[in-house]
Nanobody, 119 residues
Framework: QVQLVESGGGLVQPGGSLRLSCAAS????????MAWYRQAPGKERDLVTT???????NYADSVKGRFTISRDNAKNTVYLQMNSLKPEDTAVYYC?????????????WGQGTQVTVSS
């Protein structure tokens, strides 16, 4: 099993910044792609950004230029630096990891962390 523990959410004013972290632990061979998703009230869970083990990155258009994903493979941790936050960024943010476990790649999710952007 793989456990993902997120931290760093909270309340911030528009234009502010937050940094989310997600640490993976458990019995796995390697963590491949890691990602952040978000889900606003009454809406579906949407992909925000992904990063491969080798460092290839993709962003949703809505966050390009404002959010930065990074990872530390030695710590099995992924980060999301969020700048110039807008009220529409308000959501529960979920960490996702594709881990190689017993020869198969499996999906794992964190518990979610609330980000609220409001004045």
């Amino acid at each position: 099993q793989v456990q993902l523990v997120e931290s760093g959410g909270g309340l911030v004013q528009p234009g502010g910044s937050l940094r989310l972290s997600c640490a993976a632990s458990g019995n796995f061979f390697v963590i491949n792609t890691m990602a952040w998703y978000r889900q606003a009230p009454g809406k579906e869970r949407d992909l925000v950004t992904t990063i491969t083990r080798g460092g290839s990155i993709n962003y949703a258009d809505s966050v390009k230029g404002r959010f930065t994903i990074s990872r530390d493979n030695a710590k099995n941790t992924v980060y999301l630096q969020m700048n110039s936050l807008k009220p529409e960024d308000t959501a529960v943010y979920y960490c996702n990891a594709k881990a190689l476990v017993l020869g198969m790649e499996r999906d794992y999710w964190g518990q979610g962390t609330q980000v609220t952007v409001s004045s």
